[in-house]
């Protein structure tokens, strides 16, 4: 097969190539021509071209989602295979899924939904969840972008205005446990990775200076992790879940479907079960 997978709407080398190359040498070791593409440039000459669209490295995507769900919808239309499933990538393109599996019985963190002008979101969403302190970020967002740690007195941000927002209570156990990632390949458990936001941070993301660690999680993050993949519209090839653990047991913080790092250096397999998942889809 010839195999695309897309890359940022802005390369850089020096974050990107490595884990291009990386995934790049699991499909092709298995005798298949892996392309890379820009995901905003994928047009409907280029997905003519593929047999298979991969958005593992789609980073960014976020920031022009009119975009985003254009190719999702051009991808569908066209029928080309693509994986994860676009009704699983649309869906988590959302973060509004943390109240529907919260809806559901899957412990996730408590989420609210508010707009960027409404000037008295955060004081509802204090009252609600019993805290002063608050997360706030925007339902179509990734890598910590447009999130900020919040007093419920505070105004919310000028750069929040207008857009569609969650809202939760800030977790302290982020900055004392940190936050464990399973990685899930066609619903088994592979891996996990613990991450720690750097001192006088909230954000645990390498690009804020964030740390990781290969760790294996409690059982109790496991089931947790099971329950919330199970939720999802398809069961997907590939998906980490990431939790922290709290008073009241492990809670969700984001189940990402869409093109998570997977921290397949810490892998028992190095990526095989993995790309194995994601040709069973194709094949």
Known sequence: ?????LTPSKWDPQFYAAELERQRALFEGSGHKVVDRRWNTADDAFLREVDAVLPLIAWGYHLDGG??????????????????DPAILRWNSDKAYLIELNDKGVACVPTIEGEGGDEHLLARAGERFKTDKLVVKPRLSASGAGTYALHFSDNLPADLDGKRLIVQPFLTEILTEGEMSLLYFDGVY??????????GDFRVQPEFGGSEEKIDPPAAAKTLAEAA????PVLPAYARVDIVMTADGPQIMELELIEPDMFLRFAPDEGAAFRDAVLKRLS
């Open 1 to 5: 097969m010839r195999i695309a997978i």
């Open 67 to 84: 975009r985003w769900f254009d190719l999702l919808d051009r991808v569908a239309f066209r029928k080309v295979p693509c994986v994860n």
């Open 190 to 199: 592979s891996h996990c990775g613990l991450k720690r936001a750097k001192e």
């Open 229 to 232: 993949i199970a939720e999802a």
